[in-house]
């Protein structure tokens, strides 16, 4: 445990944490638009950016296994202490299947991948029924679109639960949690 990160948060852990956050907040609210309401348009740029979350996120993870977690500011029950880790298990984990379970959905569903415009996997159209795809593995691509879905919404949830956490920190215990994480040295 680095004795400096109690008090301040590197750069890189800050850059990362609202880099990602805010990505993934956005990611989340137009997922969930895009498939309820069949905006099809908006597929291609959730997918490239999915991919682009995945490579940043990486990056967080590996930062984190080589750093460890940030100490916490001050001393909380063992309840609280278990539960905050628990979620950025979960946020990290969580946002690093995400992308993974999209891509095989997409790949086993035939529709194909592209990052930004660059083919990864070509679709594989249906020749009879034009503008449709068949798939490559279809119990797969449902079991990969099932995972992505129930991620998702568990992903809402703990990030609801992690920013009640940090408001929790901040209007309640008055720390410096959030302040530390917005770059304030506490
Ligand atoms: C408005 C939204 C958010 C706020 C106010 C917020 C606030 C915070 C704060 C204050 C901490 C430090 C906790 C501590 O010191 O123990 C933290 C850590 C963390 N947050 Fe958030 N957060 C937000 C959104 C997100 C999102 C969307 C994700 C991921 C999807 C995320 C992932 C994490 C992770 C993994 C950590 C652990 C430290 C790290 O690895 O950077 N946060 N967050
Ligand atoms: C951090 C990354 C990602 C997040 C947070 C995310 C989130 C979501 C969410 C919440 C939904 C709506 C699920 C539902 O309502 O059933 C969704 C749908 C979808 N996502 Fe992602 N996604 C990510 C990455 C990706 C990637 C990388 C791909 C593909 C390469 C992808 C492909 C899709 C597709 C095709 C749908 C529509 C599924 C349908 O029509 O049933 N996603 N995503």
């Known amino acids: 445990m680095n004795v400096d990160t109690r008090t301040k948060l590197s750069t890189t852990t800050i850059l990362l944490h609202w880099l990602v956050g805010l990505l993934v907040m956005g990611m989340l609210v137009v ?9 099809y348009a908006l597929y291609p740029w959730h997918k490239s950016l999915g991919q682009l979350v995945f490579l940043i996120v990486l990056v967080q993870a590996i930062h984190r296994l080589k ?7 001050s001393e909380y029950s063992l309840a609280e202490r278990v539960l905050a880790r628990g979620v950025h298990y979960l946020l990290l984990v969580g946002v690093l299947l995400m992308p993974v ?27 009879v029924n034009v503008g449709k795809v068949i798939p490559l593995n ?15 919404y568990l992903l809402i949830l703990a990030i609801l639960l992690h920013i009640a956490g940090a408001f929790k920190h901040h209007l309640l215990d008055k720390d410096g949690t959030l302040r530390r994480m917005l770059g304030a040295k506490v």
């Open 31 to 39: 997922g969930v638009y895009m498939a309820n309401f069949e905006v």
């Open 101 to 127: 379970f999209g891509f095989l959905m997409s790949v086993f569903g035939g529709n194909g991948v592209a990052f930004f415009g660059l083919q990864l996997v070509a679709r594989n159209p249906d020749p």
């Open 138 to 152: 279809g119990p797969l691509a449902e079991v990969m679109n099932a995972a992505h879905g129930i991620l998702g």
């Open 67 to 73: 750093n460890g977690w940030p100490p916490a500011v």
